[in-house]
């Protein structure tokens, strides 16, 4: 029997090759079949961060959920003659959570590896896990989602060789007991809590800057923006949660100094066991004193990342910190949305309207920029200072500062 340990999965264990899955979405309740298609978008880009190449979609609308299958009998045998006919299908991937029984039946139905969207958004976390708070994270988000599930996903584990869903906790045959696993639970929360004051003397030992954090759904160009603001070299790419540990940067403009943040990108239906583990990192942002929420204006639902993010904000109490919206990706907006003919003026009489319209619509300050083309980046700062100045006039009411 192998075991897979998340602490070494980059190195041992864990064989890479691209999965080829298929992916099931569901409409229900006041959802409409243009959302999930969004919804499912997102879907397929999680696989593809999780190394999952995605070869056909198959969407139902159902009153609610099958209890015991999630999908009906008919979209059942459509998948499974599907599966049937390409052999390289080797999992299905669904856009919500599954319990126990429900991947039970559907393994037995479709012979094939069952991966709900929260155990894909864990494997993606497991990979991009660094530090030992990041694994440890992990790894005890990962035992509480499984611990419900154990009857239904260990004797699944065992006819298995790794791959997106199975990266995780090691597994052996004794561990299968609920005791154990929550045996377990208890230790990494142990661990967690010792990494976490340790954690809280770095941050008292920043001295009184002030805190900024950047925020916002995973893959809006936070990172590429830390990198623009601070000038330095903080990893960045074009997937899903590329930045799972929070980097800290101090930076100086105008004479007035500040610590810059950035953190994990939110996701909609973010696992919960991944907000609790999560929290800590996320300390960042509770303690932060001013937020630069930033937002990819370019994609075609960002309301609905904008919520998304203020919902987990305020799952965080952070939702009522002094707060700049950057909507990045000017750039991307203005080619898929105005007319090439339209003259200069025109456009930026266009682009103020917005503004305004949003600053109505989201209750705060705002700003377009193009990080990638450092477009708006002198008007950033110029409003960031004011909004650095006026925190540290709150902290500090009667010091003299240099600027």
Known sequence: MKEWNLSNQATKGLKEETEHAVLVGLI????????????LNELEFLALTAG?????????????????????????????????EHEEVNMVIFDDDLSGKQVSALESELKVKIVDRSSLILDIFARRAQTAQAKTQVELAQLQYLLPRLRGLWTHLERQRGGIGMRGPGEKEIETDRRIVRDKIALLKKQLEKIDRQAV?????????????????????????MNVLSKSDVFAENKLFATLDTTVRKVVYEGVPFLLSDTVGFIRKLPHHLVES?????????????????????????????????ETLEELGARNKPTLLVFNKIDIYRQE????????PTKRDIEQELLASLKNQ??????FISAMNREGIDELREKLVVMVKREYQVRFPYEVRPW
Request: charged share 30%.
């Open 362 to 367: 989201f209750e705060h300050d705002n700003i």
């Open 201 to 225: 003397t770095q941050r008292k030992s920043r001295g009184e800057l002030i805190r900024v954090a950047l925020v916002g759904y995973t893959n809006v160009g936070k990172s590429t923006l």
């Open 52 to 84: 999952a190449k995605s070869l056909r979609r198959f969407v139902q609308r159902l009153p609610r959920p099958h209890p015991r299958t999630f999908i009906g009998s008919g979209k059942m045998l459509e998948i499974k003659k599907y599966i049937d």
């Open 278 to 310: 999560f929290k800590s990192t996320l300390d960042e942002v509770r303690e932060s004193d001013i937020l630069l929420h930033v937002v990819d204006i370019g994609h075609s639902r960002y309301e609905e990342h904008v919520n998304t993010v203020n």
């Open 337 to 344: 949305n105005f007319d090439k003919l339209l003259d200069a």
């Open 28 to 39: 229900y309740g006041m959802q409409t079949e243009e959302q999930l298609q969004e919804y």
